[in-house]
Nanobody, 127 residues
Framework: QVQLVESGGGLVQAGGSLRLSCSASGRTISSYAMGWFRQAPGKEREFVAAISWSGGSTYYTDSVKGRFTISRANAKNTVFLQMNSLKPEDTAVYYC????????????????????WGQGTQVTVSS
């Protein structure tokens, strides 16, 4: 079993930055692909970004390309999401997820493509 805990969320003004962290325990995630999703009030959970086990491949949803960067530190069993130029529409609960398979694929953009989930961290962007 893998336990995931997100941190780093908070309240920020539009144009600001936040760095989310996802710390894993119970098992090393160095061979896992990892993803970030978000869910705004009244909306479905949506894909944000994913990274392969080595960090060599990344995927982003179009709305965050050029603003968000996903990265990982396998030695620390941690994944990050650097969020810059934040917009009010980025407001959501952000979730970290782990896929026991190492490489990215079509499933990496789907909720069902992941085996483990964190509890989420709230990000609120004020205008």
């Amino acid at each position: 079993q893998v336990q995931l805990v997100e941190s780093g969320g908070g309240l920020v003004q539009a144009g600001g930055s936040l760095r989310l962290s996802c710390s894993a325990s119970g098992r090393t995630i160095s061979s896992y692909a990892m993803g970030w999703f978000r869910q705004a009030p009244g909306k479905e959970r949506e894909f944000v970004a994913a990274i392969s086990w080595s960090g060599g491949s990344t995927y982003y949803t179009d709305s965050v390309k050029g603003r968000f960067t996903i990265s990982r530190a396998n030695a620390k069993n941690t994944v990050f999401l650097q969020m810059n130029s934040l917009k009010p529409e980025d407001t959501a609960v952000y979730y970290c997820a782990a896929d026991s398979r190492p490489e990215l694929g079509l499933r990496s953009r789907l909720y069902g493509g992941y085996d483990y989930w964190g509890q989420g961290t709230q990000v609120t962007v004020s205008s």
